[in-house]
């Protein structure tokens, strides 16, 4: 049997006063999913394990079978996938910023005014030049985040992250050499090779022209950039590669950078349909249609990922949550009725996102599995608060993929 | 936000008939507790994972986030730490009884009667001596625990605990020699070294004034000291090292010397207040002042150990443990008053003590956390039975630090 895996971005939340003191999942219309709800059942996940905070890359990792404490190599890298690399093992990653340093490399504003003005330009210019160099045999690209932000990747043979940050972390502070925080050579190597980055960015930046026209416009140069947060890319495990749970082919649809970035490196291939923005004004209906399109060709696992309701919450908006969420709910009914119902579907969220922090949560994520023959719970709709009660009980993230390959009898008895 | 986490060591139990089918903690009338309770929620807990009988060392190991399966050194160590020993890295500890042989060596009592009449003075003369000489380069200090139980240690370079014990475990049975478990050069001189301690023991043991003594009272001397249960101590991570908890000085507060021991082990700044007797008669009233004080200070996590509810299980006291709850209970309110509620409170036990069974058990413990701010649930009494039905779930005890460093909003997010 297909399956299919749909993952709304930070969907789960805390009650709040604008919806009755309901959670938007609560308080949505979603007849559709608290149909599944009546035919399924539910319980709640930890996507890393109780009271750990998850960020979206590590929770789609374990959501995937993989997990991030063993597997993680570190923010620099992921930011790095985000923004649009495609990193091999032993490519070393760093967070960056645009910042603005005076003559005496004193940082004068870490994220150079948090104006975007020409960082695009002199971030293809960077790597334009950067294409033609290396460092001591090692080559270096970058890749435009949000704003301010730039990863800076490292690819080379006898690369470490073991090394400290350039970034002082506070304004008013020199910029920093980057030391070697062990004595491997390569740490070492991988240091000098940083300076030599920094001095050049510097010297290339300072006369650019973008940076002439910043000032002009009254904006702060972008005259360096600040890395921290190194890390080394491992050899992650594929989907394909789990014992025992058989999936063959998998797809996944989504428009968001970083999660893009995580299926393709678990061997996802990655869908972006047209339409598809990441964002609440994403075109839900196409990317049903894709889902369709793929559970009817040779997928035998579909991975379909929302964005909006993670971004509704970062913004505050609880009403915008609870309205995409229904959008969704009413969308995916189209699949269950194309399959008559003869389809294995999950639907979770990859960590809980609070409408009134803003921010990530640790709490547990409600999970609701469907199969057209399994054991059913009792309950009718779907939440954070029913799935407490859900027959499923609390599990963790790296078990769902287990839970969903069984039901749809694809997986292999582990032993004899 | 301050983090106050309190275990009342074997705080769960079975109902007993004479508290009217109820548990200890069911029966108590713990007002604040309670009060707690509908303010906040519960969960159960398996400190260590479900099915295991978690000893007082491997669950605390386990409530301060440190997995026991990987780090517990065996019990040799433990009951070491537990007789106010300071053990490093290396160091090799056995489990000690002092013994009586007969003048073949055959083990005529393992326990020299269980008398321990003069047992101080031969400890106190036995390591004057030991601290004047080695075994080959290695040095020996021994540590008094309970009746005849006394701690081995071994100082020294090149050690193995893969040795085999000199008690025979039986009586009747001549006393062991020790054997190296595997080829290792370290384990073969350990062993050596731990026949030629045995040997010294029983000759200054045989001649020594305080065994004259015990035998014209009629006691049995206590005339060797029989070793089992090697273990070596290992590195264990310091609680402020844990990523992304953020815990900056914790302080522990506690009479019992093995929690002590673990305490100062994984980096507790530990308090032993005046009147704190690691029994039912302990001054409840000036620990909770200590931990106000401790709280109000520089320290942002404080542990507050009670023993009194464990040592009333092990006596078949179930009523004696309902009052010590009472009074816990009543003297903490005065702690979340102080704060004005402004303050993180978890309340667990580290383990099942059964008054009926006098031993520890299996069976998950209830636990209770509080903040200003959090998800709580509908229950409002705390014991056994009701944290079943909690908004939190089944964990276990590695996560329990994670939880209430996350409600203290102290813990740093997972990735991205």
């Not at 502070?173 to 740490?187: A, E, F, G, H, I």
């Not at 970062?314 to 009403?319: A, R, S, Y």
């Not at 959008?327 to 996102?353: A, C, P």
Request: hydrophobic share 35%; aromatic share 8%.
């Amino acid at each position: 049997m297909k399956t299919l895996l749909v993952v709304l971005d930070g969907l789960s939340d805390w009650p709040v006063g604008e919806l009755g003191n309901k959670t938007p999942l609560e308080a949505a219309e979603k007849s559709f999913i608290d149909r599944l709800a009546s035919l399924g059942a539910q319980g709640y996940m930890d996507p890393i394990s109780p009271g750990t905070i998850p960020g979206s890359d590590t929770s789609h990792l374990a959501i995937f079978g993989i997990d991030p404490r063993k597997y993680y190599p570190g923010r620099g890298p992921f930011e790095a996938i985000g923004s649009g690399a495609i990193l091999n093992p032993g490519d070393v990653a760093f967070r960056g910023n645009f910042a603005t340093v005076n003559e005496d490399m004193v940082v004068t504003n870490r994220r150079a005014g948090r104006i975007d003005f020409g960082l695009d330009q002199l971030v293809r210019d960077l790597n334009s030049e950067l294409n033609k160099m290396d460092f001591d045999g090692v080559r270096i690209e970058l890749y435009r985040g949000a704003e301010h932000r730039v990863a800076v990747v490292l690819r080379g043979h006898d690369l470490s992250y073991r090394v400290s940050d350039t970034d002082p972390h506070k304004e008013g502070l020199k910029v920093l050499s980057s030391r070697p925080l062990d004595n491997d050579p390569r740490s070492i190597k991988t240091a000098e090779v940083i300076n030599k980055f920094t001095s050049w960015v510097h010297r290339f930046l300072t006369d650019h022209k973008v940076n002439r026209d910043r000032v002009e416009h009254g904006y702060l140069p972008a005259n360096i950039i600040l890395v921290r947060g190194a890390g080394m890319m491992r050899k992650i495990p594929r989907i394909t590669e789990h014992e025992r749970l058989n999936i063959t082919r998998p797809a996944a649809i989504s428009a968001t950078s970083l999660i893009k970035g995580v299926c393709r490196l678990v061997g996802f291939e990655v869908y972006h349909p047209e339409g598809a923005t990441g964002g609440l004004n994403t075109r839900i209906d196409v990317k049903v249609d894709t889902a369709i399109k793929l559970l009817k060709g040779n997928y035998d696992l579909v991975f379909l990922h929302f964005k909006g309701t993670d971004s509704a919450s970062h913004d505050g908006k609880p009403d915008a949550k609870k309205r995409f969420i229904e959008k969704v709910s009413s969308e995916l009914s189209r699949i269950f009725d194309e399959f008559n119902g003869e389809i294995v579907i999950g639907i979770t969220g990859d960590h809980t996102t609070s409408s009134i922090r803003r921010e990530h949560a640790s709490d547990p994520v409600p999970f609701l599995v469907y199969a057209p023959r399994m054991f059913r719970d009792s309950l009718s709709t779907f939440s954070e608060r029913t799935s407490r009660q859900g027959g499923m009980g609390r599990i963790r993230g790296v078990d769902l993929l287990y839970l969903l390959m069984d039901l749809a009898e694809k997986q292999d008895k582990f032993g004899a």
